[in-house]
């Protein structure tokens, strides 16, 4: 199993308190931009290493469609493992492939003024990291010597078993999952609870809800679903607690299907099938990125293009390697009351739920 994440490179971001105030396409002067989310769980890791630089005589739109203009010719990419107490344990050098040939292939140029497609290269790597170390990533320009590198991450505690600083949710243990939406006052709402794993900062959670369109007339059916997002639960120390809460007010389930959805066609009728639920947890890079990014988002500072963070330590490195992972509970059901409360509910009606599907 394998994922790739890639944030456009206007997203590249970094610790607390490293913004790099500069222009990233500043001419004659490559920057280096980096971007890897390595999540244990995965067979194969990738990391994305670009350059950002504009020619004083060449168009910028001309040079994107030109892969030399991004990728640096001869570097060589390694990570290198840490005990807590910063002694070196071992090395790894990464490979660089297609990502194309890799089954993560970019999306096609939107127009003629689109940005290349191929070759789409990654450095890949497949070794086992521990949440329990510390990793650093080291790139060599093999042309000009220059050495850049990324600060130190952790990887997410992928354990699932119950204890402290596991990925521990005790819902997903039950044999039958259900989901309860039926009582749609203001002070009613649902939640989920679970245990930080070691090393996750940031949390959201995920549902798929699966529904299937039936045609009245001729009996075919079309399966289909719309997926929720549910924000972790804010209170004074959250930050400090070893455990995570996602919440979302039930009527807002109400409100997010109604516009998911949408008024079915003509003798179309929607019957609800199961429920996929997933949390994800990111590291601390990825939880700085989110408020960093969203504090400069404005103000004084929010005309100026640049990135707002960035973990490299290098001077003329930019972007995000960090961590994250996911827990999963793919055949979870919503209860018997809150099928009944969807048909009936006036936000609901009209989509014209019938009931379960079988």
Not at 11 to 32: Q, R
Not at 121 to 132: A, I, Q, S, V
Not at 219 to 226: A, D, P
């Amino acid at each position: 199993m394998k994922r790739f994440f890639l944030l456009g490179l206007t997203a590249l971001i970094a610790l607390s308190g490293c913004e790099k105030d500069f222009e990233v396409a500043a001419p004659y002067k490559d920057i280096m931009l980096v971007y890897g989310i390595i999540d244990p769980l995965d067979t194969a890791h990738y990391v994305r290493i670009q350059k950002a630089f504009l020619d004083e005589n060449k168009s910028a739109i001309e040079m994107s469609k030109v892969p030399d203009s991004s990728y640096f010719p001869n570097i060589a990419v390694k990570v290198q493992e840490y005990t807590t107490a910063d002694k070196l344990i071992r090395e790894f050098a990464l490979n660089k492939v297609d990502m194309n040939l890799e089954g993560n292939q970019k999306d096609p140029a939107a127009n003629s003024q689109g940005f290349f497609t191929s070759p789409n290269y990654g450095y890949k790597f497949k070794e086992t990291l521990t949440p329990f170390a510390k990793y650093r990533l080291i790139v060599t320009n093999l042309n000009s010597g220059k050495i850049d590198t990324s600060q130190f991450f952790r990887t997410i505690n992928t354990d699932t078993s119950k204890g402290t600083d596991k990925f521990y949710i005790s819902a997903f243990s039950a044999s039958k999952y259900e989901i309860d939406f039926s009582r749609t006052t203001a002070s009613h709402v649902w939640n989920l609870s679970g245990t930080k794993p070691l090393n996750g900062v940031k949390f959201q959670g995920k549902m798929r809800f699966n529904y299937i369109d039936k045609n009245a007339l001729d009996g075919s059916e079309t399966n289909r679903y719309v997926e929720m997002f549910i924000p972790a639960k804010i209170t004074n120390g959250s930050f400090q607690t070893t455990t995570f809460v996602l919440e979302t007010a039930n009527k807002s389930f109400y409100s997010f299907l109604r516009d998911a959805i949408g008024l079915p066609p003509a003798n179309v009728e929607r019957y609800l099938g199961l429920v996929e639920v997933s949390v994800y947890a990111g590291s601390l890079e990825l939880a700085n990125y989110e408020a960093i990014n969203s504090a400069q988002s404005g103000g004084l500072t929010g005309d100026q293009i640049k990135p707002n963070y960035t973990n490299m330590a290098s001077q003329d490195a930019l972007g995000l390697i960090g961590s994250r992972s996911f827990r999963i509970y793919e055949n979870a059901r919503l209860t018997d009351p809150t099928i009944d409360s969807l048909i009936k509910n006036d936000i609901t009606a009209p989509l014209k739920i019938k009931g379960r599907a079988q």
